[in-house]
């Protein structure tokens, strides 16, 4: 019987100056974090003021934007009632798009396009930013049209948004694959 105790006894033992620590010493209080400022909602004039001043030749057409970024064409089509917007990037024809491309970019929506995506529309295929309009930042739009452009021009290689892969899908394999493939090539050189 005494051994159950003095296990238990040692323990108290232990515990027992860090629990009367605990009671004397003021808990320390993390700061709280700075608070930002809210930026007023998106709306349309708000959205074209951004868009002009990264390309003043930006063109309105009803409720499309359109416009260039470093060579690439954009269109930007919001819906005020619905309370959405769509940016978007054409990347091909979907002609000629085999079974293992679109599997291919079913894998990069998953984990490497980030909050860019491929999608399919009008017989071509696209690099897209869908959000709700109103609660939209400036950087989140700036954010999304960067992962757009750059969809668009990964696409047949990395078909990545950015430099991060969100983990847990297929696109991190295929990368060490091609990794090692450039590492064999690399070899030959």
């Known amino acids: 019987m005494y051994r159950v105790f003095a296990p238990a006894f040692v323990v108290v033992n232990l515990l027992m100056p860090a629990a009367?620590?605990?009671?004397?010493?003021?808990?320390?209080?993390?700061?709280?974090p700075q608070e930002r400022q809210a930026e007023a909602p998106m709306t349309l004039t708000r959205l074209a003021a951004i868009i002009t001043a990264l390309d003043p030749d930006?063109?309105?057409?009803?409720?499309?934007?359109?416009?260039t970024l470093e060579d690439i064409p954009v269109i930007v089509i919001t819906d005020v009632r619905a309370d959405r917007m769509r940016a978007m990037?054409?990347?091909?024809?979907?002609?000629?798009?085999?079974?293992?491309?679109?599997?291919?970019l079913m894998q990069a929506n998953f984990?490497?396009?980030l909050d860019a995506r491929y999608a399919i529309a009008h017989g071509r295929l696209w690099g897209v930013f869908i959000h709700p309009l109103s609660p939209l930042e400036k950087d989140q739009f700036l954010s999304g049209l960067v992962q757009?452009?750059?969809?668009?021009r990964t696409y047949g290689t990395t078909y990545a948004g950015g430099a991060a892969i969100f983990g847990g899908g297929d696109s991190s394999e295929i990368y060490r694959g091609l990794l090692e493939e450039l590492r064999k090539k690399?070899?030959?050189?």
């Open 186 to 189: 690399g070899q030959e050189l």
């Open 20 to 32: 009367l620590l605990a009671q004397t010493t003021a808990p320390a209080v993390p700061e709280a």
């Open 89 to 104: 990037v054409p990347i091909a024809s979907v002609q000629g798009l085999t079974e293992a491309d679109l599997l291919r």
């Open 148 to 152: 757009t452009i750059t969809v668009a």
């Open 111 to 113: 984990d490497a396009a």
């Open 58 to 67: 930006m063109r309105v057409q009803g409720p499309a934007m359109e416009f």
